[in-house]
Every structure is written in C-alpha cells, then in structure tokens.
C-alpha cells in the first residue's frame, strides 16, 4: 500500500516556475515507477511524465518535453515536477500516481493516487 500526498501547486504568471513535490508513505517506494497526471476543468485526466523506480528512465508527454523535469529522491520517498516556461494550458490539477513495475503513460495502469494540486498559470 502506498499513499502519496502532493505539494507545490499555486498561482505563476506565464513564463514562470514551479516545482511539484509527491511524498509517498512505504518502505518499498523504490520499487514503484511513478507517475505525473493533470486534468483541466471539462477534461480527461492525462499522461505528463513517468520515472522508472531507479530514476534512469523518464518519459514525458510532448505538450510538456523540453519545459519539465520528473525526477525521484528514493531516500526521501520523494518524486518531484520541475515545471518551467509554464504556459495558461498547463492550468490544471496535478496528480501524482504509483504503480509497482514498469512505467506506463496510461491513467489505468497506475493503482495509488495522491488528492491533486492544483496549478493555475496567468496570462
């Protein structure tokens, strides 16, 4: 079982920066691939990076590659989301999930979720 709680969300102006933070409880987080997902109001929730347990693989979505950074700190039991470049389209509620294994990019693959932040980017 693993629970997992995000922090980081708030309020940029576009262009801005800001940093996702998804601590998780258990001892065996090292052994789960984690996942960043957001959705908008009126949409479906989405992919925006995955890592792999050992860090040495990421995958991120195209909307996002080159502007954010997943990265894992297993000592921590910590994932994090650097967001850079931030634009009014990255406004969402952002989640980050657990599945033991492999990294998917499918909301169905992953079994723990944490409650959200939410991020809203200003024009």
């Known amino acids: 079982q693993v629970q997992l709680v995000e922090s980081g969300g708030g309020l940029v102006q576009a262009g801005g920066s800001l940093r996702l933070s998804c601590a998780a409880s258990g001892r065996t987080f090292s052994t789960y691939a984690m996942g960043w997902f957001r959705q908008a109001p009126g949409k479906e929730r989405e992919f925006v990076a995955t890592i792999v347990w050992s860090g040495g693989g990421t995958y991120y979505a195209d909307s996002v590659k080159g502007r954010f950074t997943i990265s894992r700190d297993n000592a921590k039991n910590t994932v994090y989301l650097q967001m850079n470049n931030l634009k009014p389209e990255d406004t969402a509620v952002y989640y980050c999930?657990?599945?033991?294994?492999?990294?998917?990019?499918?909301?169905?693959?992953?079994?723990?979720w944490g409650q959200g932040t939410q991020v809203t980017v200003s024009s």
């Open positions: 999930a657990a599945r033991h294994g492999g990294y998917y990019t499918s909301v169905k693959n992953y079994d723990y």
